[in-house]
């Protein structure tokens, strides 16, 4: 069975920190990784996505991918109270990528 | 502004009364899906449809179903609710492609079993 696990957290942080986020998948077929932001009582957002090992960056984030290690994690520069979230990794079904499996999730909180 | 809506947001069912979801997009996206999210946990595939071609997961149960009109329209059924199916159901859409993994959520319903 595939799976994707995070570290479900709470993960604490100061404002104005980096937080690292991590998540691991099983499938060695995955060509897509993605990482989806759910306030509380809210639907998901993409956030970010990357296809390719190595790093990307988006303004505050950056995605990290290592297909060697089945490794994916995403981190949050100058952290903002507003950051507080859970953030969901998501990953293709063995390069079918009509199909994402979902981590429970990381529970950030940013403390101000 | 394009978006993904979805009604009602909050539906109340007794036990064993059908419900029906809706989920309207002006995406034109080729693909939506249907997941189930109860708390504290990941979302749940239940079934998606890539145009009028529809993928059932394998393990959703026979109580769940699902329509697809049209482009815009999908709707999702279920027959007999029972309390475990109280939960968070999102529609999301993504373009078909090398980028339809990018999902598209709407706002979700959610529902509860009394």
């Known amino acids: 069975q595939k799976e994707v696990e995070q570290n479900s957290g709470p993960l604490s942080v100061p404002e104005g920190a980096i937080a690292s986020l991590n998540c691991t998948y099983s499938d060695r077929g995955s060509q897509s990784f993605f990482w989806y932001r759910q306030y509380s009582g809210k639907s998901p957002e993409l956030i970010m996505f990357?296809?390719?090992?190595g790093d990307k960056e988006d303004g505050r984030f950056t995605a990290q991918l290592n297909k060697a290690s089945q490794y994916v994690s995403l981190l949050i520069r100058d952290s903002q109270p507003s950051d507080s979230a859970t953030y969901l990794c998501a990953v293709d079904s063995g390069g079918s990528n009509y199909k994402l499996t979902f981590g429970k999730g990381t529970l950030l909180t940013v403390n101000p | 502004d394009a978006m993904v809506i979805q009604n009602p947001r909050y539906q109340v069912t007794q036990f064993g009364k059908p419900v029906t979801l809706s989920c309207s997009q002006t995406l034109n996206h080729n693909v939506m899906y249907w997941y189930q999210q109860k708390s504290s946990q990941a979302p749940k595939l239940l079934f998606h449809y890539y145009d009028k071609d529809f993928n059932n997961e394998a393990d959703t149960p026979d109580n769940f179903q699902s329509r697809r009109p049209n482009t815009s329209f999908c709707f999702l059924d279920i027959r007999s609710p029972g309390l475990g199916d109280a939960a968070m159901y999102l529609c999301?859409?993504?373009?078909?492609?090398?980028?339809?993994?990018?999902?598209?959520f709407g706002e979700g319903s959610r529902l509860t079993v009394l």
């Open positions: 990357i296809y390719s090992n």
């Open positions: 999301a859409t993504s373009r078909a492609g090398p980028r339809t993994g990018e999902l598209f």
